[in-house]
């Protein structure tokens, strides 16, 4: 027996028989609710697999706390990287400690395959990874700006602190308007997914105001913050390539084969612009999956969205939150001295001592009391 299309709570026929075990067979009858009719169609996952989740989900909460804990220490006790815009460096590293927040839960429920705590333990997860997902793109757009202006126009085009800070604001408020909406059901929901152990915004519905939900969020949190960043490397790239063909033109004139000293200045800021573009890759790769499940979901067939199907893309985006701290441990200069000096057991070595790091910074931004 299925729920109806009012969401009426009725027991999976699992219950009823020594039939095979659908999603649902061990929720309370209080939570049945929870369950939309679409994961009722398809046998339980054996416990193993529930196993291997939690597993994959415990190491990366490791990795992620670790690496995103050492980039905030790092960044915000070492003067010379704070800087206005390693600003948002620490503030993606909050947001990806936000959906790291998620993780024990998972392990819990993991455990007894099942979400536990029902609407409220339910909510609080999806809470999570809907402000840290939607935070995070927004983030990353910001990061791309900065390094727009910093690299396009870096004697008056770098951001002030406090423009810093307003751009960080705004990327909190930017990831509240989906995260509030389904959490008071004013529009949207969250609901189990996938194993039924993980909770996010309901895509699979079958009506018109879940398909409206669906395409506004996607809208709202990938298509707009994917745009932006786009223009912004775009334009930071045809920079780059015509302060090339400048260099060039000068070393010409000038009758050397290159200006040495403008270069190494300018490969400083191009090397972190480099670190940011990795990670709005990653973040390309981590957000891209989710939202094809969710437009299938809403708008497609709905017979392709297993719940093993369902689980990768969740998976991916636990996986770039890990990643995204040692990007900018191998890419940033001053953050690799910084380790070399203060985990020196990390075994990681900076040829570019951080003197020579400040006078190029300040060739590039006339600014160094901003750097330093």
Excluded at 30 to 58: C, K, M, S, T
Excluded at 221 to 242: D, E, G, Q, S, T
Excluded at 312 to 334: E, F, G, L, M, N
Aim: aromatic share 14%; charged share 15%; proline share 5%.
């Amino acid at each position: 027996m299925f729920m109806d299309g009012n969401n009426t709570a009725v027991l999976p026929l699992a219950l009823q028989g020594n039939g095979p075990r659908l999603l649902g067979w061990n929720l309370p009858t209080e939570d049945i609710h929870l369950l939309i009719p679409h994961w009722q169609a398809f046998e339980a996952p054996p416990f193993y697999y529930h196993l291997l989740l939690a597993l994959v989900y415990f190491v990366l909460m490791v990795i992620s706390t670790v690496g995103n804990g050492i980039v905030i220490w790092i960044f915000s006790t070492t003067k010379s990287l704070r800087s206005p815009s390693n600003l948002f460096i620490v503030n993606l590293a909050i947001f990806d400690l936000c959906m790291m927040l998620e993780m024990p839960m998972l392990l819990y429920n993991s455990y007894y395959q099942r979400i536990m705590g029902g609407d409220l333990a339910c909510t609080i997860y999806a809470i999570l990874g809907s402000f840290s997902g939607i935070g995070g793109s927004a983030t990353n757009a910001a990061i791309a700006f900065d390094r727009y202006k910093t690299i396009s126009s870096p004697i008056d085009g770098k951001l002030s602190r406090g423009q810093a800070i307003m751009l960080i604001t705004f990327t909190w408020f930017w990831s509240l308007p989906f995260t509030i909406l389904p959490t008071l059901q004013i529009w949207g929901r969250y609901v189990p997914e996938g194993f039924l152990t993980t909770c996010s915004f309901d895509f699979l519905s079958n009506n018109d105001e879940t398909r409206v939900f669906v395409a506004c969020i996607f809208t709202w949190a990938y298509c707009i913050p994917m745009f932006l960043i786009a223009i912004f490397y775009l334009n930071l790239f045809k920079h780059v390539r015509a302060h090339e063909k400048m260099l060039k033109a000068q070393a010409k004139r000038m009758n050397v084969q290159s200006l040495s000293a403008n270069r190494d200045a300018k490969s400083v800021e191009i090397r972190i612009a480099k670190a940011a573009f990795t990670i709005f890759f990653m973040f390309v790769c981590a957000w891209t999956p989710y939202a094809i499940v969710a437009l299938i979901g809403a708008f497609g067939n709905r017979q392709l969205l297993t719940p093993l199907v369902t689980m990768i893309p969740a998976v991916c985006c636990k996986i770039v939150s890990c990643i995204d701290p040692w990007v900018y441990a191998i890419s940033h200069p001053r953050y690799r001295a910084a380790l070399e000096k203060r985990l020196p057991w990390l075994g990681i070595r900076e040829d570019l001592r951080e003197e020579d790091t400040k006078s190029a910074m300040t060739a590039v931004t006339a600014a160094p009391t901003e750097e330093t």
